[in-house]
């Protein structure tokens, strides 16, 4: 059964840290992709990074680019997003998601995410 489950979200204030975390089972990482996806309050949700647990190779949303930094350990079966200068804008809930990948980069766009798990909420603010 594929589980995911986010943890490591919280209050943190403006130009903070948080480290995000996703505990993966159920399927072997090397296979897949794993997203992080952020949903603010009346707002679509929206592709923050991905990454291959094959190669690693990454992607990310232009909001993210520079700030984040997605990383994975095939080992434990989890994948990590540590996100730095936080901003107000970046309060939302965090979901991480995975669909089976071969060759291709991975992508941002979420219907191709088949599994998902429930959220963590992240707010930044003073």
């Known amino acids: 059964q594929v589980q995911l489950v986010e943890s490591g979200g919280g209050l943190v204030q403006p130009g903070g840290s948080l480290n995000l975390s996703c505990a993966t089972s159920?399927?072997?990482?090397?296979?897949?992709?794993i997203g992080w996806f952020s949903q603010a309050p009346g707002k679509e949700r929206e592709g923050v990074s991905c990454?291959?647990?094959?190669?690693?190779?990454?992607n990310f949303a232009d909001p993210a680019e520079g700030r984040f930094t997605i990383s994975r350990d095939n080992a434990k079966n989890m994948v990590y997003l540590q996100m730095d200068s936080l901003k107000p804008e970046d309060t939302a809930v965090y979901y991480c998601?995975?669909?089976?990948?071969?060759?291709?980069?991975?992508?941002?766009?979420?219907?191709?995410?088949?599994?998902w798990g429930p959220g963590t909420q992240v707010t930044v603010s003073s």
């Open positions: 159920g399927f072997k990482l090397d296979f897949y992709a």
């Open positions: 990454i291959k647990g094959r190669d690693g190779s990454t």
């Open positions: 998601a995975a669909y089976r990948i071969f060759f291709e980069q991975c992508t941002l766009t979420r219907r191709y995410y088949d599994y």
